[in-house]
């Protein structure tokens, strides 16, 4: 399901589709799931359920939150570039299929929120309630625009522009190009 979305869109994705990607017959497709949206579905908790354990690792050690951050979002935009068409199920096909994949996305977004609002504690001056909400709709629409542009695999690249665009707002511009220096940094030190 997952190739075949990134490949044609879910609307454009048929059964037959899906099947042949697998290997599957129709009855066999048909006994695992109800329909294309069903298994749309599945493949976005997949999807969410890996983006979850790479974050979980980040969570679990003693870091700040502008630590988790600088390095949660090097992981999730490793993750989906590593994976391409998981990028792209998740960013443009589930937000707008509905369905248990629309609620998966705007589920994982509300815990993406609810970290990045955390960055109030952060703030030295009271922000708007709306900056967790602006900074990530920024830097899901940068990530978008690379996906769709067939650019998935290099998402990597832009940690230190989302970074800063999600740190901002709490840090402030000046820690804000630090933590997104840092975090060029260590991409690079990854990357060689």
């Known amino acids: 399901m997952v190739e075949c979305c990134a490949a044609k869109g879910y609307e454009a994705t ?20 109800a329909d294309k949206a069903e298994c749309l579905g599945a493949a ?6 890996e ?15 502008a630590a988790v951050l600088r390095d949660g979002v090097a992981v999730l935009l490793r993750l989906m570039a590593e994976r ?21 996305h705007g589920s994982a977004r509300a815990s993406l929120l609810e970290f990045l609002e ?20 920024g830097a899901e629409a940068l990530a978008v625009s690379q996906v769709v542009a067939g650019k ?6 832009l ?4 970074l800063y665009m999600l740190a901002v ?7 804000a190009r630090r933590l997104a220096t840092e975090g060029a940094r260590r991409h690079l030190r990854a990357v060689a």
């Open 14 to 33: 048929t059964n037959a589709d899906v099947c042949a990607a697998a290997g599957v017959s129709p009855e066999a497709f048909e006994g695992a799931f």
């Open 44 to 49: 976005m908790e997949t999807v969410v359920e």
């Open 51 to 65: 983006g979850w354990r790479a974050l979980d690792e980040v969570r679990a050690q003693d870091m700040s939150w």
């Open 84 to 104: 391409p068409a998981f990028a792209h199920v998740a960013l443009v096909e589930a937000p707008t299929a509905g369905g248990r994949a629309g609620a998966l």
């Open 118 to 137: 955390q960055g109030r504690e952060q703030a030295e001056l009271g922000i708007p309630e709306s900056a967790a909400r602006g900074a990530l709709a």
């Open 152 to 157: 998935a695999g290099q998402l990597r690249a």
């Open 159 to 162: 940690a230190p522009e989302v």
């Open 169 to 175: 707002p709490f840090l402030g511009v000046g820690e």
